[in-house]
């Protein structure tokens, strides 16, 4: 039980750090990203086909010093054009729209992607080497302690961002009132792009990240996503650390519900009882945001 | 309602009434139908209601065999019928394989696989043909007189070892064989399609897959032909003569329009009562609301099986987007459950036609009710929460449908699949597409009479109030929270009527025919659409739906068109298709831009009027080109159609675009005419400046 609770977690890690760029953008774009999952995924594509290449890997151990850049910056880049293509005209229009344009946006990046690579499972390569660790019985491989390490880290880098830099309170005031924030002399335009920039690359990130423990095609983030939105959607969409909980909340259930009953989709079943059940009783979900 | 709307309806039931008893024979059925295994390599997992023939090797592996009932028939009439077969989806190789029929030496006696295959008489034999649609057809001739003379009426249908390939197995849809009357026959020396000549480029049977679906199976290249002369059969013409089904012994199904008929005609009845001297409104003109229930019974009546059978999937999709359209576009919330709301009454629908083993058309209550119960399970959620957490928790229900209840053996069944009676309207069996055409057309009928009454009601004015501004709704009364669980109930139910229409029109399910990503495709629909009317759902569904299933977009550009049209949609042209149509109507009638003179309000420009309709010939030509490309198989006719439909649509097009110019340009000069009678002095708003206009006179 010890190691179902374990692995749980490091599954959680994944359901959080998803989660908590899909709150990033939520925050100051009132839009919940489906193709967040997707932009990570061409992003990891990009990554390892450079990382693998014959060319990278005579620079021996460098090519991660390319490919690292090269995909996040992608991401920014597929960030910040969502931002300037659906969400800036969107603006004043009902927030399903926006949702709407990014589950096409979705659907384009998995058609592409299946034009680019194909639809089978590609070579990947671990990030890091090593044996791993043994805890409460259960061997921990050194890839899901840099998951952990790197959830951590990029959670406290956010959380600082936006508390004491002034790029935070920009995006603090824009998340609250875009209208008052502009007046303000705030470039809410310019703020906004930011954002989906900074997600873009945080997907890219995250996805680098899972893309060696799971099978890479180009739907493996597409199923991690959809478990990750009930994620957001626990932690009251607008906190990052309400996220990042129920995300850990969520893998544990997962693996406990999957230990206790081996039945196929028994997690969805009750993830959806779970999400109808909670926005009955608690409509904003488990955690508010204070901004 | 108006009366010439009414006075349409009536006529087209009344047509389909018409066609329905003069072409009973296209609704009669083999009276046995089975297949058995000759080999030790016979398929080893077959579908239930799907036949096989078979072989390994060269080595014959499995036969099917059809036993038909000639009801009386005369010789001539078998001579001049055939037997037409529809291939399955787990052919393999079923493409390029040669099949042959000898004559029953013994009756059928049981449906289904057989344990010992009767015996064959081999001295009648004749070749099968297959059809540029992938279906098979096996001309009668030479069995008539044998069976006339008191032989059993059945054929074996064997694979032609001699002349085929070598591994090749053909499943063939028990459900869909259809035994045609008087047809105009292929000519038997025709009948040289199979083998090489054929590509391995028409599908099996065409299923309502969502065009979004993750499985990356691209429509497969058309191989070029092989050197010899490109020989093409033609598609023997499923028209059938009156004259000669009227002398049938089959009765006319005629309760199946009769009983659609008179649910209709009392809903009118009601109507027309409620609404005593309705106040006369400038609308659509008369042909505009009589030619499209005219036109149903008309296509009914000259499509084949095959495109019938397309067409009414294209239907059924559009019957799960009205539901769709009414949550979408008229309360402004978001279902991606859809998929799910559409195949849990599915399989309610199939479970209780199978175990009962009555007719799945009987299903529909039951279908309606798991509809509204999904819907508004969501509904409850709608009740408490605000229109985008509702759309997660849609999310989160409809991948707890996908991943749980269709993986429950007690709702999707074995995993070989459900066996779903025929559908029959007392005792009366309809077993081809065309002869369950009406009880499609009628539930469309009724379904868009009742949204159009749902659009006109209270209901549907609350719901517009509650998609523009839900506070202000609130505050004019409206019970903002009910009306928003309302409509997801109701979107559940009109899914339910989709669902239960496609276990009719298909009578197969698996859960792989509702996956998630089928969802985002009604969504796809009903953001194309629009807000505003069902004419839009309707062209939005013919050209997601239509497109995927004709094949008319080449490759796998509607998969990327689709959500750059969606982008572009919801992002700067939120009128969407209904908006599009609005726009052609009103500019038709010459209103938008003219001077707000009373002359002009109503005139009809004759220039701009051979415009458009020179465009929509020329589109017109184009998508019938491109619909024949899809439907064939020879790679040169798909180039003639391309060089010839493409370049005279295209320039029809052009001349279209030319005289819409012209038009534009002699209405400016009109306008200018009417507003400034005298010329504006220039010089005063130069401003000392140089005009501009005089750059470019010294160029």
């Not at chain 2, 009765?251 to 609404?275: Q, T």
């Not at chain 2, 400038?282 to 067409?311: C, D, F, H, N, Q």
């Not at chain 2, 012209?662 to 002095?681: N, S, T, Y």
Request: hydrophobic share 55%; aromatic share 6%; net charge positive.
């Amino acid at each position: 039980m010890g190691a179902v609770v374990v692995n749980g977690v490091f599954v959680g890690l994944i359901y959080g750090l998803l989660a908590v760029g899909l709150v990033v953008v939520y925050r100051v774009s009132r839009i919940v990203n489906f193709a967040y999952g997707e932009t990570g995924m061409l992003c990891a594509f990009v990554f390892f086909g450079i990382r693998l290449h014959p060319t990278a890997t005579r620079l021996v151990d460098h090519g991660i010093l390319v490919a690292l850049p090269a995909a996040m910056l992608l991401g920014a880049g597929i960030g910040a054009a969502m931002e300037r293509i659906i969400a800036r005209p969107l603006r004043t229009n009902p927030v399903l729209n926006g949702m709407v344009g990014t589950i096409a946006t979705s659907l384009l990046f998995i058609t592409l992607g299946i034009d680019l690579w194909g639809p089978d499972v590609h070579v990947t390569k671990p990030l890091v080497q090593g044996e791993g660790i043994t805890l409460l019985g259960l061997v921990v491989s050194p890839q899901q302690l840099l998951i952990g390490a790197c959830t951590v880290a990029i959670l406290v880098a956010l959380g600082t961002t936006y508390r004491f830099t002034s790029f935070g309170l920009r995006l603090r005031a824009t998340a609250i009132d875009p209208y008052a924030a502009s007046l303000s002399g705030i470039n809410t335009d310019a703020t906004a792009m930011g954002t989906w920039a900074l997600a873009g690359a945080l997907s890219a990130v995250s996805a680098i990240l899972i893309a060696p423990l799971v099978a890479m095609n180009v739907v493996f983030m597409t199923f991690l996503a959809l478990r990750s939105f009930a994620a957001a959607l626990l932690g009251g969409l607008t906190s990052l650390v309400g996220a990042f909980c129920a995300g850990l909340l969520l893998g544990v259930a997962e693996g406990v519900i999957t230990f206790k009953s081996p039945v196929a989709g028994m997690t969805d079943a009750v993830v959806a009882v779970g999400i109808l059940v909670l926005l009955v009783v608690r409509p904003g979900g488990l955690v508010r945001a204070s901004y | 309602m108006r009366r010439t709307e009414r006075a349409g309806i009536a006529a087209s039931l009344a047509l389909l009434l018409l066609m329905a008893w003069a072409a009973p024979a296209a609704a009669a059925a083999p009276s046995h139908q089975a297949w058995a295994a000759t080999g030790p390599a016979a398929p080893p997992n077959p579908t239930a209601g799907n036949l096989y023939v078979s072989t390994v090797g060269g080595q014959e592996q499995a036969r099917a065999f059809v036993e038909v009932d000639l009801a009386g028939r005369g010789v001539e009439d078998v001579a001049a019928a055939s037997l037409t077969l529809t291939p399955g989806s787990d052919g393999v190789v079923a493409d390029q394989a040669t099949l042959a029929a000898c004559t029953l030496a013994e009756p059928l006696t049981a449906d289904g696989k057989l344990d010992k295959a009767p015996a064959v008489d081999c001295s009648v034999r004749a070749p099968l043909t297959r059809q540029a649609d992938g279906t098979w057809t096996l001309s009668l001739a030479p069995f008539a007189d044998r069976w006339s003379a008191g032989g059993p009426a059945g054929v074996a249908i064997i694979p032609d070892t001699d002349a085929g390939p070598a591994v090749f197995t053909v499943s063939l849809a028990a459900e869909r064989t259809s035994f045609d009357g008087p047809v105009a026959v292929t000519p038997a020396d025709d009948t040289s399609t199979s083998g090489t000549d054929a590509t391995p480029v028409a599908p099996p049977i065409p299923s309502t897959e969502s065009l979004f679906t993750v499985d990356p199976a691209p429509v497969p290249a058309p191989v070029p032909p092989v050197a010899s002369a490109p020989s093409h059969a033609p598609a023997p013409s499923t028209i059938t003569t009156v004259v000669a089904r009227r002398g049938g012994v089959d009765r006319p199904p005629w309760i199946v329009v009769l009983v659609p008929a008179a649910v209709i005609a009392l809903l009118l009845v009601g109507a027309s009562r409620r609404r005593p001297g309705g106040v006369v409104t400038t609308g659509s003109s008369v042909p505009a609301r009589l030619v499209p229930w005219l036109a149903v019974p008309l296509i009914v009546a000259l499509l084949g099986e095959t495109t019938t059978y397309k067409l009414g999937s294209v239907a059924i999709v559009f019957i799960a987007a009205v539901g769709l359209h009414l949550l979408v576009n008229w309360t402004g919330e978001l279902s991606l459950a859809h998929a799910g709301f559409i195949g849990v009454p599915a399989f309610v629908v199939a479970q209780f036609s199978a175990h009962t083993g009555l007719t799945p058309l009987l299903g529909l209550p039951l279908a309606i009710v798991t509809g509204v119960a999904l819907g508004g399970v969501v509904g409850v959620a709608a009740l408490r929460a605000r229109g985008l957490q509702v759309a997660l928790v849609t999310l989160a229900v409809g991948i707890a449908i996908g991943q749980f209840l269709f993986f429950r053996s007690w709702i999707v069944g074995p995993p070989q699949g459900l066996l779903i009676p025929t559908p029959s309207i007392l005792g009366h069996p309809l077993a081809s597409s065309r002869a369950l055409a009406p009880v499609l057309v009628a539930t469309i009928a009724v379904v868009v009479l009742l949204t159009r009454a749902i659009m006109r009601s209270t209901i549907g004015r609350a719901m517009l109030m509650v998609r523009e501004d839900p506070d202000a709704a609130a505050a004019a009364g409206v019970a903002v929270a009910q009306y928003r669980a309302l409509a997801y109930a109701l979107a559940g139910g009109f899914a339910g009527v989709a669902g239960w229409s496609y276990v009719v029109w298909v009578q197969q399910v698996t859960p792989k025919a509702f996956p998630l990503q089928l969802g985002f495709t009604y969504l796809v629909i009903a953001a194309l659409a629009g807000p505003g009317g069902l004419a839009g759902v309707a062209v939005a569904a013919l050209v997601i739906q239509g497109g995927a299933l004709f094949s008319i977009l080449p490759g796998r550009t509607a998969l990327y068109l689709g959500p750059v049209a969606l982008i572009y949609n919801v992002t700067r042209y939120q009128a969407g298709i209904n908006g599009l149509l609005a726009g052609a109507a009103s500019f038709l009638r010459g209103r938008k831009g003219a001077p707000m003179t009373k002359h002009h309000v109503l005139t009809i420009r004759p220039l701009a009027v051979a415009a458009v309709s020179a465009i929509v010939a020329g589109t017109g030509a184009i998508l019938l080109a491109w619909y024949h490309m899809g439907n064939t198989d020879q790679v040169w006719i798909q180039n003639q159609e391309l060089a010839s439909g493409g370049l005279l649509g295209l320039s029809l097009i052009m001349v279209g675009a030319a005289l819409l110019i012209r038009d534009g340009i002699v209405r400016a000069a009109e306008l200018r005419e009417h507003q400034q009678p005298e010329p504006p002095v220039v010089e005063a708003s130069t401003n000392g400046h140089k005009p501009r206009m005089r750059v470019k006179e010294t160029v």
